[in-house]
């Protein structure tokens, strides 16, 4: 691949970077985490989905005459609720919104203009949306927020058949996961994965935080039984196909 084509920022050097410093330019940046994800699943996932999505997104984009770029992701973020099942990293709220700011700004300082934040962990949402908004004042850039997941709403539901969106270690994450790392899959736990007790954290509209040892006896929300590789690749293109969609608008960033 010749690197007129190349869309991951740390495959290129600093002057090739700085060509690519037009006004039209989207950078999306990806947050994920590395924390728990029931006994079937390695830990990675978010910062593989995350990736994922942002590069194909990217790829899109470029394809289509949107120049763009993907930073390297934010591999970890806000999972303290994961933390008392072991193999989660987790930062707090101020160190997390400086790492995030840090990078937007670095961004903008090169001459960026269109930065997107692209989110594929549930527990830095908030922040996120948060960041965003704070960073377009700060930097007088605009700075968009999105958790992929929440964007795809209408496009993920479809697809799936025992749940309606993404949850957690779940039949979509599962299914993204079979179709781009299956040697991160352990199939052969997927049976005991599924939790035999679950307790939501609160009524739709409200917020609160709760370990996940409180909602689930193994550490999944949903079911992962139904997943497969199909679904996880029909996930994952309808995933980049509407960010490109949205991020190719102008109206977005004006």
């Not at 203009?113 to 908004?133: K, Y």
């Not at 605009?142 to 992929?148: K, S």
């Not at 739709?204 to 079911?223: C, H, L, N, W, Y």
Request: aromatic share 6%.
């Amino acid at each position: 691949m010749g690197t007129e084509t190349e869309v991951m920022w740390a495959r290129l050097t600093a002057a090739e970077i700085q060509a690519r410093a037009q006004p039209e330019t989207v950078v999306l940046i990806p947050v994920a985490s590395i924390e728990q994800h029931g006994p079937h699943l390695a830990v990675g996932v978010d910062t593989v989905l995350a990736t994922a999505v942002a590069e194909r997104t990217a790829r899109r984009l470029q394809a289509a005459g949107t120049p763009a770029l993907v930073t390297p992701t934010l591999w970890s973020g806000l999972a303290e609720h994961h933390m008392a099942f072991g193999g989660t990293m987790t930062l707090d709220l101020a160190t997390f919104s400086a790492l995030v700011g840090g990078i937007a700004r670095s961004v903008a300082r090169h001459g960026f203009r269109r930065i997107a934040l692209v989110n594929g962990h549930g527990g830095n949402t908030e922040a996120i949306a948060s960041a965003a908004i704070e960073l377009t004042r700060a930097l007088a850039v605009p700075v968009v927020g999105l958790t992929y997941w929440l964007a795809n709403a209408d496009t993920f539901g479809p697809i799936l058949e025992s749940q309606p969106n993404v949850m957690h270690a779940c039949e979509a994450e599962t299914s993204m996961m079979m179709a781009l790392a299956p040697d991160c899959v352990r199939a052969e736990r997927i049976e005991t994965a599924v939790p035999k007790r679950f307790a939501p954290p609160a009524p739709p509209g409200f917020k609160r935080s709760r370990p996940f040892a409180e909602m689930t006896d193994t550490g999944v929300i949903g079911d992962p039984r139904k997943a497969s590789a199909e679904k996880g690749e029909r996930l994952l293109e309808a995933a980049a196909g509407r960010l490109a969609t949205e991020f190719a608008r102008p109206e977005l960033w004006r």
